[in-house]
């Protein structure tokens, strides 16, 4: 069997073993998921009426909720990959990962199976907001199935991205209450990006904060590609962000397996 086989047999065995821990356990995804779940609700019902009128156009809430879906479907994939920073540490701290070090497998399938699961565990966490999302009344207005490739695409390349930082997060923290403090921002980076208001209603020393962050070019593609917004520049910057950030999380994540273990 070549080396490279051994290593997809192995990646496949340790992505099972971290689905199998999140359905054994689905607690913890379970408490980050209600983050975006309740700031949807939150901003729909009781702010939706006066958010919209930030954004122009009319329409109310109904308006509002078309805007902030994309915002809140990105929010997701933050706040789940929170789970996979506790996890990692979880892992490394408990000696799980020593053991692995001794046993005949391929060294990055540990890696590789937390961001697989990751991963899958992120699209379905937005394919379940985006089911919430819909039942409060939020359609989308591009249908084409170029546009949804491109929509799931894009979803899939930010949660990778963010896997990888989390992952490095998760690996470089003491336990897994401290893995779970450091992953809070990507929680919080969506909420000062174009997720809630629009940019220009912002104020000038606070934009290019908002503005220059990998959440708002992200949420305006999505944003595009869902509603027929104008996506302009927003969607190559999304996917240079997605890539730079999936390097230097691997390259972090991968100097820290490489070091002896905790």
């Given at each position: 069997m070549s080396s490279l086989s051994l290593a997809v047999r192995d990646s496949t065995t340790m992505l099972r073993r971290n689905l199998l821990h999140a359905r054994r356990y689905p607690s913890l995804t379970l408490n980050l998921l209600?983050?975006?779940?309740?700031?949807?609700?939150?901003?729909?019902?009781?702010?939706?009426d006066a958010m919209s009128a930030?954004?122009?156009?009319?329409?109310?809430?109904?308006?509002?909720?078309?805007?902030?879906?994309p915002g809140i479907l990105m929010m997701t994939i933050g706040a789940t990959t929170v789970g996979t920073a506790v996890s990692?540490?979880?892992?490394?701290?408990?000696?799980?990962?020593?053991?692995f070090r001794t046993?005949?497998?391929?060294?990055?399938?540990?890696?590789?199976?937390?961001?697989?699961?990751?991963?899958?565990?992120?699209?379905?966490?937005?394919?379940?907001?985006?089911?919430?999302a819909a039942a409060i009344g939020f359609r989308s207005t591009d249908d084409t199935a170029l546009e949804w490739f491109a929509a799931f695409g894009l979803v899939a390349l930010f949660a990778l991205a963010f896997t990888w930082i989390a992952v490095g997060m998760g690996m470089g923290s003491p336990n897994a209450e401290a893995a779970s403090n450091?992953?809070?921002?990507?929680?919080?980076?969506?909420?000062?990006?174009?997720?809630?208001?629009?940019?220009?209603?912002?104020?000038?020393?606070?934009?290019?904060?908002?503005?220059?962050?990998?959440?708002?070019?992200?949420?305006e593609t999505l944003r595009g590609l869902l509603l027929g917004t104008e996506i302009g520049n927003s969607g190559w910057i999304a996917v240079a962000w997605c890539l730079a950030l999936t390097a230097l999380g691997y390259r972090w994540s991968k100097a820290q397996f490489d070091r002896d273990p905790k």
């Open positions: 209600l983050t975006p779940i309740m700031l949807l609700l939150l901003f729909v019902y009781v702010f939706g930030g954004i122009g156009g009319g329409g109310g809430r109904s308006a509002y909720i078309a805007y902030i879906v990692v540490c979880t892992d490394m701290t408990e000696g799980i990962v020593a053991r046993m005949a497998i391929h060294r990055g399938s540990v890696l590789f199976g937390h961001v697989a699961g990751s991963v899958l565990q992120s699209v379905a966490s937005v394919t379940l907001v985006g089911a919430v450091s992953a809070t921002p990507l929680i919080l980076l969506p909420m000062i990006s174009s997720a809630f208001v629009p940019l220009e209603t912002m104020p000038g020393w606070f934009r290019p904060i908002a503005e220059y962050q990998p959440f708002t070019p992200a949420i």
